[in-house]
Every structure is written in C-alpha cells, then in structure tokens.
C-alpha cells in the first residue's frame, strides 16, 4: 500500500490530527461502519466507496466521521454549493454562459441574479470577460451545471487578477478552519476569494499581489511537505510568529456562524 503525508482541511471543517492519504481507485472499498458520506464517495449499505483516483481521507466534519476521497489531479468537477470563479464566454438574450473551468459552460439565468434584467439586456450586465463569483445551483448526471449569482458573497468582480492551481489543492490553500488563507490576506493585506475550481482572485497593490502569486504557487507544488506554513509566511514577508499563530488559529474550534437552509434545485424553463 503506498500512502502519501497529507494535512488538507475544507473551509470550515476541522481535522484532529494529520492524516495519511491511502492511494484509492475508483470503486475500491475505502470504509466501513456508521461514516457521513463526503465528496466523491458512493455507499452500499455500511460500505463505502471511491468514485475516482484520489487519496482516501478520514475526517471529523461537525464532529462527525466523514469519509471523502481527494482527487490527486484533473480538471475541475463541479458539486451542487461549490463556490466558483467563472468568466463570460458567451450570452444570450436571458443567460450568460460561465467558463468555470469545469467540463462544460454553466449558464447563468437573468433570473438567478440580483438585478431585474430585462429580456435582451444581459449584455447591460456582463460582457464576454468579465469575471464573477458564483456558486454551483444545479448537477446533472453529464456534468452540465447551473450556477447563482444570488447568496452572501456572489458578486461581479472588478479589478483585481485571477490566478489558477490545481483545483486539488485548494483545500491546502484554505487551511484548516481557514487559517491559511487568512493569514495570506493578513501578511499581504491584499482581497483574496478562493474558488473551488481552482480560481483565485487577489486585488492589492501590485507588489503584494505578485507575493500572493508566489506563495499560491509555492503551495501548489509543495502542498506534501512540512513546514508549509512557515513558508508561506516567509514568502509573504511574515515570521515564524506568523506561522504559528496560523497554526493556534486552525486548532481552535471552528466558529459557528449563521448558516442559511438552502435548497439547491435546477430553475424550470
């Protein structure tokens, strides 16, 4: 059995301790027992499996057991509540359509917005390069998705630049219970929004924002090793202060913030 050292947290959710990855193919038996069922993971019974090639991990979300399967490399696959970063390539009279990086373009409804956008005048709105951050409303079983632009957060983005890594590695990037993301915007005090497709939009001075660029980078390809943190923060001008309060940051409980009901489902024609 070959395993891999890995430390990824989710936004929001919490690992005890450092785990190892176990090498995992699609439909292998991963698990088995009373688990909630995480991302790319399908259940039979108390059996649980792998929906793809990735690294088998075991993690407390909420407190509880929660077994998922993270996916060593590939392009983005959108899941239903992801929170994207997409690019008009196209509209029409009443959709924009989003590169979001994933297999297909997501269409954007004028009514999925926040505006009353009247029939014709999307191009009032958005044009084609215009960048904005969504979240993913709708699935089906082709990867063809709907995505928002209603909800905390979803907004049209001005200025800034959006940089890409690999959408594995997003995990490493936020940190456990946030903490790596929010000391890159504390060191740099530059705007930051991660996206679960791999994008990344940084508004900042120039200078700060190249280091952000540098450490996203540095993350991407060392996500394995120790020390990460410390790293990071000396690449963005910190200390091993910085690190370790980062560290304190994502052994703390996680807050509990308020948390909307919402109940994603695809918009009828």
Request: aromatic share 6%; with cysteine.
């Given at each position: 059995?070959?395993?891999?050292v890995?430390d990824?947290?989710?936004?929001?959710?919490?690992?005890?301790?450092?785990?190892?990855?176990e090498i995992?193919?699609?439909?292998?038996?991963?698990?088995?027992?009373?688990?909630?069922?995480?991302?790319?993971?399908?259940?039979?019974?108390?059996?649980y499996?792998?929906?793809?090639?990735g690294l088998?991990?075991?993690?407390?979300?909420?407190g509880?057991?929660?077994?998922?399967?993270?996916?060593?490399?590939?392009?983005?696959d959108?899941?239903?509540?992801?929170?994207v970063i997409?690019?008009?390539?196209?509209?029409?009279p009443?959709?924009?359509?989003?590169?979001?990086?994933?297999?297909?373009?997501?269409?954007?409804?004028?009514?999925?917005?926040?505006?009353?956008?009247?029939?014709?005048?999307t191009?009032?709105?958005?044009k084609v390069?215009?960048?904005?951050?969504?979240?993913?409303?709708?699935?089906?079983?082709t990867?063809?998705?709907?995505?928002?632009?209603?909800?905390?957060?979803?907004?049209?983005?001005?200025?800034?630049?959006?940089?890409?890594?690999?959408?594995?590695k997003?995990?490493?990037?936020?940190?456990?219970n946030?903490s790596m993301?929010?000391?890159?915007?504390?060191?740099?005090?530059?705007?930051?929004?991660?996206?679960?497709?791999?994008?990344?939009?940084?508004?900042?001075?120039?200078?700060?924002?190249?280091?952000?660029?540098?450490?996203?980078r540095?993350?991407?390809n060392?996500?394995?090793?120790?020390?990460?943190?410390?790293k990071v923060a000396e690449l963005?001008?910190?200390d091993?202060?910085?690190?370790?309060?980062?560290?304190?940051?994502?052994?703390?409980?996680?807050?509990?913030?308020?948390?909307?009901?919402?109940?994603?489902?695809?918009?009828?024609?």
């Amino acid at each position: 059995m070959i395993e891999v050292v890995i430390d990824m947290e989710s936004e929001g959710e919490s690992i005890s301790t450092h785990l190892k990855g176990e090498i995992v193919i699609p439909g292998q038996l991963i698990a088995e027992g009373r688990y909630r069922v995480g991302r790319w993971v399908y259940r039979e019974g108390d059996k649980y499996y792998a929906y793809k090639l990735g690294l088998k991990d075991i993690r407390s979300v909420k407190g509880k057991p929660t077994v998922n399967v993270i996916p060593l490399a590939g392009k983005y696959d959108p899941m239903v509540g992801d929170l994207v970063i997409g690019v008009v390539v196209d509209m029409g009279p009443t959709t924009w359509l989003f590169d979001i990086n994933g297999p297909n373009p997501a269409p954007l409804h004028i009514t999925e917005t926040p505006w009353k956008v009247d029939f014709g005048a999307t191009g009032r709105y958005f044009k084609v390069a215009d960048a904005a951050v969504l979240r993913v409303l709708y699935k089906d079983d082709t990867s063809h998705v709907q995505v928002t632009l209603k909800g905390p957060g979803l907004k049209k983005l001005h200025g800034g630049v959006i940089t890409e890594i690999a959408p594995s590695k997003i995990p490493r990037v936020i940190g456990k219970n946030g903490s790596m993301i929010a000391m890159m915007k504390r060191l740099s005090r530059c705007q930051i929004i991660v996206g679960q497709n791999g994008r990344i939009w940084i508004s900042g001075e120039v200078e700060q924002v190249k280091l952000v660029e540098e450490a996203l980078r540095y993350i991407e390809n060392h996500s394995h090793l120790s020390g990460l943190t410390a790293k990071v923060a000396e690449l963005l001008g910190g200390d091993a202060s910085d690190a370790v309060r980062a560290r304190e940051e994502g052994d703390a409980p996680p807050r509990r913030g308020r948390r909307e009901n919402v109940k994603f489902e695809r918009r009828k024609e």
